[in-house]
């Protein structure tokens, strides 16, 4: 490749597949790759071009700590089952830890310290993230910052997140980080060593991405996290835009990617019959899951994948995944692009169980009950109209399984339609209006009107 090519018009000429695979295959990745050869069994990592921090190609997302209940019922998270499911990353090369303040209901920053608290300080990357969401004040935002600290129990964080960046615009991005002077705060802390990345994980539209990552001449921005996926590359759902223009953004500039949502929220590890039959047919001896983690860690200026996995076989999975990684060819990136259009044909509903949406403050169970009604799009179980011939066994399975997922007092039924919940929603979804959609066709199923 000429040296008076950028690296956006090799992209352009050849395509981002080729891109990666050239760079995977070639074993050229401008030294941000360190791929051993299969079969070893050793973790892939990459390195941060500018502090030469070598991170495993997969991270953790602690978002998704197993919970359990104390001896009062409260929910809490099982710390037991945390410290085993780090030493096992750990063990086998996971280093980089992703948390913040609201993740498990304020519980998981100082959960992921526990478990990390037994190995080195410097065996590890702790990221978190400003999630200043309802008070953006000043004064509120450096007490959260600070608060960090204290629930980590260091005196450095790695990578450091200005938390989802996007909805609200650019007027909200700014009256977040920019008109408060936590910006120049966290640039000074940054200067200070008690941050020692500073970036942004963003959801939002492209006008506003464009906004925040123009000030990298003044910020700086060390790396950037975004959703990426097979189906996000090119068919971002409602205002999100396609990571094939996030990560090109990224990679012009020169900054790390650090992925979130691999699996879209567990959708691509769930998917319908027909698309894990397809993905089997192709390879029979890899999980549906792994497709998508190959994907996110195929291309090279991705820095870590990051990945909630809340119980251990999710965990080895992934290891196996990613030790080493086998990025994937042209051909198998076209296949996946097929796959991802598809999958655009099921209606389901674009949650990623993130939780931002709750406490709902009718009760509903938001979550859960969006999930249910895409597991049962995935299964099948959607009941079309009375004359179809599987009316009855799907009407059924759906209202059993309904009742057995959401409690009733919490389903969607209670919406008021009072819309605090779509603020808070990374996917922009407009919550109250599938609520209803739900609800009304639960109704008609109970009432046998389809």
């Known amino acids: 490749m000429k040296e008076d090519i950028s690296r956006r018009e090799f992209l352009k000429r050849t395509g981002a597949g080729a891109a990666a695979l050239g760079l995977a295959a070639a074993g050229c990745t401008s030294g941000k790759e ?117 629930n980590l129990m260091t005196d450095y964080i790695d990578y450091y997140l200005l938390h989802s960046v996007g909805n609200g615009g650019s007027s909200q991005f700014d009256a977040r980080y920019v008109d408060n002077g936590m910006i120049d705060f966290l640039m000074k802390e940054r200067e200070a060593g008690r941050i020692r990345n500073l970036g942004f994980s963003y959801h939002g539209d492209r006008k506003t991405f464009d906004y925040v990552l123009g000030l990298h001449e003044k910020v700086h921005w060390d790396f950037v996290q975004i959703q990426m996926n097979y189906v996000d590359w090119r068919h971002a759902a409602s205002r999100n835009v396609d990571a094939e223009y996030l990560y090109a953004e990224l990679a012009d500039r020169g900054i790390p990617a650090v992925i979130m949502e691999p699996l879209l929220g567990g959708r691509l590890s769930n998917v319908p019959e027909y698309i894990a039959d397809r993905l089997k047919e192709r390879d029979p001896y890899s999980s549906v899951a792994s497709w998508a983690f190959r994907f996110a860690g ?121 819309k605090q919940c779509i603020p808070h929603c990374p996917q922009s979804i407009d919550i109250p209006h599938e609520l209803h959609r739900i609800a009304r066709y639960v109704e008609e199923l109970k009432q046998n009107r389809l």
């Open 34 to 150: 360190q791929e051993l050869p299969e079969g070893t069994g050793k973790m892939t990592f990459r390195t941060n071009p500018a502090t030469g921090d070598r991170v495993s190609l997969l991270g953790y997302g602690c978002m998704r700590w197993p919970m359990t209940t104390d001896g009062d019922g409260n929910e809490i998270i099982d710390q037991e089952q945390v410290n085993r499911l780090v030493d096992r990353a750990l063990a086998s090369g996971v280093n980089y830890y992703d948390t913040s303040p609201v993740y498990c209901q304020g519980l998981s920053e100082k959960a992921t310290a526990i478990a990390l608290s037994g190995h080195p300080r410097e065996s590890y990357f702790l990221a978190t993230k400003l999630s200043n969401f309802s008070n953006w004040s000043r004064e509120n935002s450096i007490l959260m910052y600070r608060k960090s600290f204290e």
């Open 298 to 418: 195929t291309y090279p200026d991705v820095l870590t994948v990051l990945s909630g996995m809340t119980y251990m076989e999710h965990l080895e999975e992934n290891i196996r995944t990613y030790s080493p990684l086998r990025p994937l060819n042209e051909e198998e990136l076209r296949f996946l692009e097929e796959t991802a259009v598809l999958m655009m044909q099921y209606p389901t509903v674009p949650c990623n169980d993130c939780k931002y949406c709750m406490p709902c403050p009718y009760g509903i169970d938001i979550p859960a009950v969006l999930l249910h009604y895409n597991k049962c799009v995935n299964e099948g179980n959607i009941a079309q109209d009375s004359g179809s011939e599987d009316y009855r066994r799907a009407r059924r399975a759906y209202l059993v399984s309904y009742d057995r997922a959401v409690e009733k007092v919490r389903q969607a039924d209670h919406c008021i339609g009072c």
